[in-house]
Structures are given as C-alpha cells and as structure tokens.
C-alpha cells in the first residue's frame, strides 16, 4: 500500500485579504492552498526551488474549490495538504480548510500540476528521475 503524504500549517487571515464587510474574497481560498503546498514542500522536500534546480517548472493546470463557509480578517485558517500519488508526469494534491477557533470546514478543494522543462517549456510526459526518487524515498511507488 502507498504511503499517503500531508501537511498542516495554519495562517492568520490577513486584512487585506477580506472585503469592507471583514470576509475574506473567495480567491484567496485558492492562495491558501499554494501556502499548503509551499508548507508541504517544506515538510517533504519538494521546494518550489529544488524543483527548478532540477530544471522544472510545474505550472498549475487544474484547481477545483469547493466553498463551504466564509473565513473573515482576524480567523486563522488550518490547511491541509495531502499528496495523491499518481503514475503520471504530475502532481495533484488536495485541500481541506478549517477555522481554527471553530474547527468548522470552510472549504475543500483540489490541484494539478504538470512538469515543464525550464528552459523551453515542453511538457514532460514522464515524471523526471529527481520527482522519481522522491516519490521512491516516501514510500510512494
């Protein structure tokens, strides 16, 4: 059985971040899932950076948000990340946002990303040896 890979970390609604009526626009939902992916990144060794040291870019393709409840200026929201592996030249992670004071789901969501070779931009229709051993090191293949 795969390992399932995930992060939580948690975030202080920001005020500009919410309308003049203090709740937060519903992009930012999707800005909080790329500080679950950069906490993720972190946790796992799958930096932005160390990604394009390899010579990949991994633009997002797909993202899917489903909203829930509102989050206003002041909350603190806790995000989760999981991994979902996949035999495919990509990544796809999933979302789950909650009000830390209330525990309340505020959204779900979900993201594709696919691996670009830096320098032309050609998509790679196998996944890249770096992202193969990692995938190795976790117990994902």
């Known amino acids: 059985m795969?390992?399932?890979l995930s992060c939580s970390t948690q975030i202080?609604?920001?005020f500009n971040e919410a309308d003049p009526l203090g709740i937060v626009w519903h992009g930012h939902y999707v800005?909080?899932?790329e500080d679950g992916r950069e906490a993720f990144g972190e946790k796992h060794g799958l930096k932005y950076l160390d990604v394009y040291?390899?010579?990949y870019v991994t633009p997002i393709v797909s993202v899917q948000?489903?909203?829930k409840r509102s989050l206003r200026y002041g909350d603190t929201v806790i995000i989760e990340t999981s991994y979902i592996p996949t035999d495919a030249a990509k990544m796809k992670f999933s979302y789950r946002l909650s009000n830390a004071a209330t525990g309340?789901?505020?959204a779900t969501g979900s993201s594709v990303q696919v691996f670009?070779?830096?320098d032309d931009l050609l998509l790679q229709l196998a996944n890249p040896p770096f992202f193969e051993d990692w995938k190795k090191k976790h117990g994902l293949i």
Do not use: A, D, I, S
């Open 65 to 67: 948000c489903n909203y």
């Open 104 to 106: 309340e789901v505020v």
């Open 116 to 118: 670009l070779n830096k």
């Open 2 to 4: 795969k390992n399932e």
């Open 12 to 14: 202080q609604v920001r």
């Open 53 to 55: 040291k390899h010579g």
């Open 31 to 33: 800005r909080y899932f």
